[in-house]
């Protein structure tokens, strides 16, 4: 059974910076997408980066050159680091996972298969 738990998320003024961390266990697929999404209060869930089992990254145009996504393969922890962060970066971060290779874009979130049940980022101006 593949389970996914997130944490790192706290409250930072505007210009911090948060690690999420999100811990897989269970996941036993070759091929693999990895990604970050959040939801704010009253919006849809969306994309905020992948990773794929190929190592390929993907953004979403809002975080491009402040977030970062990565993985330790050995520890199978994946990680989100956020820098410069902005107010409408504030809502719950979740961790999901799927078994196909991330295409070009940050995969929809009804793409995806498995869910962490996500950590809170609140960013103060």
């Known amino acids: 059974q593949v389970q996914l738990e997130e944490s790192g998320g706290g409250s930072v003024q505007a210009g911090g910076s948060l690690r999420l961390s999100c811990s897989a266990s269970?996941?036993?697929?070759?091929?693999?997408?990895m990604g970050w999404y959040r939801q704010a209060p009253g919006k849809e869930r969306e994309g905020v980066a992948s990773?794929?089992?190929?190592?390929?990254?993907r953004y979403a145009d809002f975080v491009k050159g402040r977030f970062t996504i990565s993985k330790d393969n050995a520890k199978n922890i994946l990680y989100l680091q956020m820098n410069s962060l902005k107010p409408e970066d504030t809502g719950m971060y979740y961790c999901a996972a799927a078994s196909f290779t991330c295409g070009d874009y940050v995969p929809r979130h009804l793409a995806m298969d498995y869910w962490g049940t996500g950590t809170l980022v609140t960013i103060s101006a």
């Open positions: 990773r794929d089992s190929a190592g390929r990254t």
């Open positions: 269970g996941y036993t697929y070759s091929s693999y997408c």
